[in-house]
């Protein structure tokens, strides 16, 4: 597996018919800033357009799949992070190919956001997931696949309380994800991408527009009200000082970010 061009945290390769794209960790606890947002909108473009690919792998380490952003993109310019953050949201929605999401570490805010834009997310008994954004002070851009996911009472629930959830409470709570074991994650989610990779690829195109058609729709319908409330959220000094706090000086990322 390779760097991307763009930033070499983020690890593109391809087994056969099979493009997986790893976040391999280099910033806290795998927080997305303005160059790996950029080099994973890139992975998901060349993995589009790439002929003889069938099925997209989304990785992160063991321990963290992705907690969000960095501060200093939450703290920076604001239509810059919803830029960046819309384009990647929606390279992944509109892939044409099939999404398989390999979360087994932990996954918060837009971390779990991307987990839960891919059609086949994996999860941990054991790490920990939250939809944390208003615990930060500030809504989501894309918080719909929430709802969509986990189911209408557990998603609301999720994004109102913005507190953790361990896998195997969200299986116990009715939700539509796969969560396995810890050690079996990368086992599971990469069995499914194989078994995905051996239909056709436009069978799978055609089958995926077919299955995600509704929530790409519902997601893309709801995008500007959404960046229009997490741009006037986010600039508030309530939201500012919470930032702050829970992440000490763009340092390590505090326990309370995770409630």
């Not at 994650?185 to 436009?202: F, G, L, M, T, Y």
């Amino acid at each position: 597996m390779t760097g991307s061009a763009v930033d070499p945290r983020i690890g593109v390769g391809r087994e056969g018919s099979l493009i997986c794209i790893s976040m391999r960790g280099g910033i806290q606890h795998n927080q997305l800033d303005e160059s790996s947002c950029a080099a994973l909108t890139d992975a998901f473009a060349t993995a589009a357009d790439d002929p003889e690919a069938r099925v997209v792998l989304l990785k992160g380490t063991p321990e963290d799949f992705c907690s969000g952003a960095a501060p200093e993109l939450m703290l920076g310019d604001e239509n810059d992070r919803a830029d960046q953050w819309g384009r990647l949201l929606l390279a992944v929605l509109d892939c044409p190919l099939p999404t398989v999401a390999a979360a087994q570490g932990r996954a918060l805010g837009g971390g779990l956001l991307l987990a839960l834009s891919c059609d086949v997310k994996v999860l941990s008994h054991n790490s920990r997931y939250a939809a944390n954004f208003l615990v930060h002070g500030f809504t989501p851009i894309g918080g719909s696949l929430v709802p969509a996911a986990m189911g209408p009472t557990l998603g609301s629930e999720m994004l109102y309380t913005g507190r953790t959830y361990r896998g195997r409470e969200l299986t116990e709570r009715g939700a539509g994800v796969l969560v396995v074991p810890h050690e079996d994650v990368d086992r599971e989610a990469s069995r499914n991408a194989a078994r995905i990779a051996q239909a056709p690829r436009r069978s799978l195109e055609l089958m995926k527009q077919q299955l995600s058609s509704g929530i790409r729709d519902q997601v893309k319908g709801a995008l500007a009200a959404e960046t229009a409330a997490h741009l006037e959220s986010s600039l508030s000094a309530e939201s500012r000082r919470r930032v702050n706090m829970l992440h000490g000086s763009h340092g390590s990322l505090h326990s309370g970010s995770e409630l």
